[in-house]
């Protein structure tokens, strides 16, 4: 039993990972539909900006974050200004085309800039006052303050997050613009700003996972790869535009993939996801937490 609570807590740190990188993804689909292979390098580079922060520009933690999110702010725009801007007008395959060259763009960027080596943020958590002084035993369970910050930290985004989207005139402009563009408009929503501040919010999400997730993995130019994959998995999994859903699908996924690492296979930890996509798609493929809608 005490294996299995360690087990569940390995899983809530990662899927807390796949939340933030998911809920961005599934944002930008869902309000702008954009369906954005290049989410991955979002990731990779919040990992790359977070280590530049704290060992080459040997900042404070809480600076270090928020060069994290000017740098996500920039890519975010940059992204839009390439995915979304020039092919609103086109058919959807021309972002997809799109999203896949920016990828590739990226990582070759982050090779050259970067390094091939594998980079792992060295994060002092004596210097963060708030999180030294929390506990890493919870009766079995031993969580580093390092891994601790992740779902804490993806507890307050998401929470954040929900507060802007219910209460805010630039959470209801994105909530308008997800259910009819054209209304929207009509109704003086600015799409143009509502399409920048989208993507820079799903850059930001996943640039603060990729920092955060730094400094437990090893960041290089490809690791964005695997991450899209699995933020595609969550989205799927959770129903294509449902933020809640892509949160507890993100959870459901990274628990599942502990479990089965730790009870099968380390193996079958990336197959079991993918599975789980198959079946959804075959029997419930507007997701488990998605409404059907009949074609018309």
Known sequence: MDLFLQYLANGVVIGSTYVLVAVGLTLIFGILGVVNFAHGEFYMIGGYAGIVAITVLKLPVLPAIAFVLLVAAVVGIAAEAILHKPMKNHDATSSIISSFGLAVALQNAALVVMGPQPQRLNLDVSKIPVLSSLPTDFGPVFLPQQRLLIPLATVLLIAVLYVVLRYTWTGRGLRAMAQHATVARLCGVRV??????????????????????????????????????KAFTVVILGGMGNVAGAAVAGLLLGITESLTSAYISNAMRDIVGFVFVILVLLFRPQGLFGKAVERS
């Open 192 to 229: 143009e700003r509502v399409a920048i501040v989208t993507f820079i919010t799903g850059a930001a999400l996943a640039g603060t996972a990729g920092m955060l997730m730094s400094s437990v993995f090893f960041v290089y130019p490809i690791v964005g790869n695997m991450i899209a994959l």
